[in-house]
């Protein structure tokens, strides 16, 4: 007969959990959150700030692009062509009479682009086609091939208005394309950058404050005293989890409520679906941070590990800014090995076409499959001993 007053202690790899064990120590880890500024910055002041860069400072759509314009022989077919460029939203144009003066700023970088409307320029639109030279800076090339792409098509425009004009019929492509936009009818590529950053965003949350909780306790000596209560991996984790999960929930659902009321970017889906996509990947960042933590036991190296393993990726190859179909072979095969390559995936097919489900739920299942494999991992690597 056991005496009364007697405590069993529990081993630290058993698999019952205690719920007031948990509660006491997510309670605690909450209290450390509160008083530490840090963990409030990244949480709350760190994505609205990363929010503004992506919704202001990243644009992929170009618009007042500076481009000079040389007219050699001024008439009233010149100054059509250029009063279409100076009509167009893409370009800021800026004119000379003779090349000799722009060329220079074109060298420099003051203008991306020069268009040279030469002196048998009219007399070859008379003709019924003429010829166009464009010079572009080669050193940016999405920008040089952008620029000659929309010269081309605001110059055939203005010609077809001109010739609809006088009442001629010109012979158009055997083919006439009528495009349709689907989700994104203008083409904004803020559309698109703001639904993804919140996988860049919960994965600084998830990943980096995560990696700092476990080491943080071996550094300051306050492990032995956790380790005292007799307290299982399970419980250990789960108060760990519990905190941070919320804090990224909130702070999840708070840059989605600025993406669509400031930034104006649509969201045809269901918030629920949203909240339980934006679980199943924060789960899987916060098990990525406890791993790496568990492992470091260095607040330092965690650090470090924790933005080349789960910031960077969730920046350069989730497709959020740079395309995954161009990247070279063994790069896109990279990506299938990352999580925040499906977490875009699901968020743009919720703000910008709905619930897909088919889109949803395969990205959805595949993040899962991430979370179990990371939690096993992390779950083993936990060492609740001194040694």
């Given at each position: ?12 790899g058993?698999r019952h959990?205690?719920p ?14 509160v008083?530490?500024p840090?963990?409030?910055i ?7 700030v ?6 202001w400072?990243?644009?992929?759509d170009p ?11 001024p ?12 009509g ?27 268009v ?9 639109r008379?003709?019924?086609s ?5 010079l ?14 929309y010269v ?15 009442g001629l019929?010109r012979?158009?492509?055997?083919v ?6 689907w ?22 949350i998830?990943t980096i404050l995560t990696?700092?909780?476990v080491a943080?306790?071996w550094?300051r ?9 007799s307290?299982?991996r399970?419980e ?8 941070y999960f ?10 989605a ?8 970017v ?11 996509v ?6 899987v960042a ?17 650090t ?8 960077l990726?969730?920046?350069?190859l ?20 990352l999580?925040?390559?499906?977490f ?34 992390t ?9």
């Amino acid at each position: 007969m056991k005496p009364r007053g007697t405590h069993t202690a529990q081993p630290s790899g058993s698999r019952h959990i205690r719920p007031r064990c948990v509660l006491a120590l997510a309670r605690k880890e909450s209290y450390q959150i509160v008083r530490d500024p840090s963990s409030l910055i990244i949480a709350f002041v760190l994505p609205p700030v990363l929010l503004f860069l992506f919704g202001w400072g990243i644009s992929l759509d170009p618009t007042r692009i500076p481009l000079g314009l040389v007219v050699e022989t001024p008439s009233a077919v010149t100054e059509a062509a250029a009063a279409s460029l100076r009509g167009s939203r893409y370009f800021e144009v800026r004119e000379a009479a003779h090349r000799a003066e722009l060329e220079p700023l074109l060298v420099g970088g003051r203008i991306k682009g020069l268009v040279i409307l030469s002196q048998q320029y009219p007399r070859e639109r008379e003709a019924g086609s003429a010829a166009v030279q464009v010079l572009v800076n080669g050193s940016e090339a999405n920008t040089a091939e952008l620029i000659v792409n929309y010269v081309e098509n605001v110059l055939q425009k203005e010609m077809e208005h001109q010739a609809e004009a006088r009442g001629l019929s010109r012979a158009g492509p055997p083919v006439a394309v009528e495009p349709r936009i689907w989700y994104n009818p203008n083409f904004e590529s803020r559309a698109a950058i703001l639904p993804g950053s919140i996988a860049v965003i919960m994965t600084l949350i998830g990943t980096i404050l995560t990696a700092l909780v476990v080491a943080r306790e071996w550094e300051r000596g306050t492990m032995e005293a956790l380790l005292a209560g007799s307290i299982s991996r399970a419980e250990f984790l789960l108060g760990k989890f519990l905190p941070y999960f919320a804090l990224g929930l909130t702070a999840m659902m708070l840059v989605a409520g600025v993406s669509v009321g400031v930034f104006g970017v649509p969201f045809r889906g269901s918030w629920w679906v949203l909240i339980g996509v934006s679980a199943v990947f924060l789960t899987v960042a916060l098990g990525l941070g406890l791993f790496i933590s568990t492992a470091t036991r260095n607040q330092f190296v965690a650090t470090q590990a924790a933005l080349i393993v789960g910031y960077l990726p969730s920046f350069i190859l989730s497709g959020l800014v740079f395309e995954i179909n161009s990247m070279p072979p063994p790069i896109r095969m990279l990506t299938y090995l990352l999580p925040p390559r499906y977490f875009v995936s699901a968020l743009r097919t919720l703000f910008l076409a709905g619930n897909v489900w088919e889109v949803i739920l395969q990205d959805t299942l595949i993040l899962a499959l991430f979370a179990v494999v990371l939690w096993t991992l992390t779950i083993r690597k936990t060492r609740l001993t001194l040694e």
